[in-house]
């Protein structure tokens, strides 16, 4: 438009510029309007995002939460079945003095013995704990997964909601805009080719005019 001026409507026709300055104003103002729908759909994507981070830190502190108390479990277990495994050793050495049999093992031996059997024992005991464990988690993962793909669902509606609703007005907007800056391209061409033209021609006519003089002042002489 800065080619397009009001003292140059004898040319383009004052509705061709008045028409490029609405495409301006119409042009900024979906600017804005994209540039506000798209800041909403921003809130909207990060709220959903947010959501998706806090069930994913839940999901977490929960599995850390369950896991953690299944291993103090554990270790509380242990040490009881080897406290355990040592008194049985320390009453099967009792036991076998009394009846005045010398045992063949060792008291290492047989407190190793002891222990290796208790803790047998509790592995057979936590099998329902571990597995149980297992399924929690499971259903954790399950829960975090879901919730993944139902925020990245949202997130595509999201975006097709803006594109459609700004898609089609910004579609027809830059049509308008290339069929006009291709009108005023061709204008603006012709309007300087008809300049040059007039330019040449005026040269011309002041060559014509001076060699009319300078033949005129020779035949004076």
Not at 161 to 186: C, D, H, Y
């Amino acid at each position: 438009l800065e080619q397009i001026k009001e003292e140059d409507d004898w040319f383009f026709g004052a509705d061709f510029r008045n028409e490029g300055h609405l495409l301006v104003k119409q042009g900024a103002e979906l600017a804005e309007e994209i540039r506000s729908a798209e800041s909403d759909a921003d809130v909207q994507i990060a709220t959903l995002k947010a959501g998706l981070e806090k069930v994913r830190l839940d999901v977490n502190q929960a599995i850390d939460s369950a896991t953690a108390a299944l291993e103090e479990h554990i270790q509380s277990e242990k040490l009881a079945a080897i406290e355990l495994a040592e008194q049985r050793a320390l009453e099967r050495k009792q036991h076998e003095a009394a009846d005045g049999k010398a045992g063949d093992v060792s008291d290492a031996d047989m407190v190793k013995e002891e222990r290796e059997h208790q803790l047998a024992k509790l592995e057979e005991r936590l099998k329902p704990r571990r597995e149980a464990l297992r399924e929690e988690v499971a259903k954790h993962r399950l829960t975090l997964s879901l919730k993944q793909r139902e925020v990245d669902e949202n997130v595509v509606k999201v975006k097709e909601i803006l594109a459609k609703a700004i898609g089609p007005r910004e579609t027809r907007w830059q049509r308008s805009a290339v069929v006009f800056i291709e009108k005023a391209q061709r204008k603006i061409a012709a309007k300087e080719t008809e300049e040059q033209e007039r330019a040449l021609k005026k040269r011309q006519q002041k060559a014509a005019a001076q060699a009319a003089s300078k033949r005129r002042r020779a035949a004076g002489r």
